[in-house]
């Protein structure tokens, strides 16, 4: 917790019991009550002893070995009860003026021992429940710092999961190219430049700018459209106000790879639709495919990391804030995914 947030709840506190001071003073007024002592020697005992066991209690937060707290919490209770009564004493003789002023040390009355006692033990509960307090704020902070740190590590080992995947099979696209001397293996070449700057640069921040998760998208279709040979094998559509929306990088390359990956190739009418609907509240992403006859998707297989990982990665990106709905009948293969923005 911050310096300025403890020091807030410690204002809050004493401003409280001051309240409650002033509070004690008014009801006793008609009394013929003195107020002298509740607004000045009080306040000034019940700051060291309240300060006195905060600190202490703070040792057992820092130190391993808790004897040396222990023994100090004894030290001071024993020691802040004849002190207290004490420095009233000294009070009333040099300074205040009520009809209560003890001859000496000696002969103080029982009732300013008990009261000392008494307003002890209220200021180490008061003590002990704030550094409490202040100790399971601190303690929630690092556990939401820890959680953070992890899902942050999550997902870097899952984005180190896609992109040697998806490299790896690029590649092997581009060769096959190559190696038929193909006219399109320059322009796969410049898309797989596109792709790396992309994945490179881009692609490790938390969240990018969905034109470039687009473009990129629409290099990665452009580059396995040249294995296909089909004009209309895809079928890509984008509607909504891209200005200014963001998204998690390379979230919805997974889909269109499976697309790719387990549809059929014989179908030309088209063979995969992808459509991406950006509204005001949400993000709707739908891919499409045919499957090939006998076909098996039993292990789920979905980007090469598996649908584990993609739900995994969903949830840590959105939580509560995503549908993933994946459906699969006897000639298609749908994917749904609803992001709430």
């Known amino acids: 917790m911050k310096t300025k947030y403890k020091i807030l709840i410690h204002v809050a506190f004493w401003i409280y019991m001051f309240n409650q001071i002033l509070l004690s003073v008014a009801m006793m007024w008609e009394k013929e009550y003195d107020p002298f002592e509740e607004v000045t020697i009080y306040p000034l005992t019940s700051l060291i002893t309240f300060y006195s066991f905060y600190f202490i209690f703070g040792l057992f937060f820092t130190r391993k070995k808790k004897l040396t707290p222990i023994l100090l919490l004894i030290a001071c209770f024993i020691i802040l009860i004849p002190f207290r009564v004490g420095v009233e004493y ?202 090939r006859k006998n076909a098996t998707l039993t292990k789920d297989q979905v980007g090469g990391i598996g649908l584990h990982n993609i739900r995994r990665r969903l949830n840590l990106l959105y939580p509560g804030k995503h549908l993933l709905d994946i459906r699969t009948d006897e000639d298609n293969y749908h994917v749904l995914l609803i992001i709430l923005v």
């Open 90 to 291: 000294l009070f009333w003789k040099y300074i205040g003026y009520s009809h209560l002023k003890p001859a000496s040390l000696l002969h103080v009355d029982l009732g300013w021992w008990v009261n000392s006692l008494r307003l002890v033990i209220i200021y180490t509960i008061y003590a002990l429940l704030i550094q409490l307090a202040i100790g399971w704020f601190e303690t929630q902070k690092l556990k939401t710092e820890l959680l953070l740190e992890k899902q942050s590590g999550e997902l870097a080992l899952l984005r180190s999961q896609i992109n040697p995947h998806f490299l790896f099979n690029t590649l092997n696209n581009i060769y096959s190219l190559v190696y038929q001397k193909s006219e399109d293996a320059p322009e796969a070449v410049m898309k797989m430049s596109s792709i790396m700057r992309y994945m490179l640069y881009d692609a490790t921040t938390d969240k990018v700018l969905l034109e470039k998760e687009i473009e990129y998208l629409k290099s990665f279709i452009e580059l396995e459209k040249l294995r296909i040979r089909h004009k209309d094998f895809v079928e890509l559509e984008i509607t909504g106000n891209l200005e200014g929306r963001t998204i998690a990088p390379m979230l919805l390359i997974p889909f269109v790879e499976n697309a790719f990956k387990h549809g059929s190739k014989s179908v030309t009418n088209p063979g995969i639709r992808i459509s991406l609907t950006i509204g005001d509240q949400q993000i709707r992403f739908e891919v499409t495919n045919h499957l």
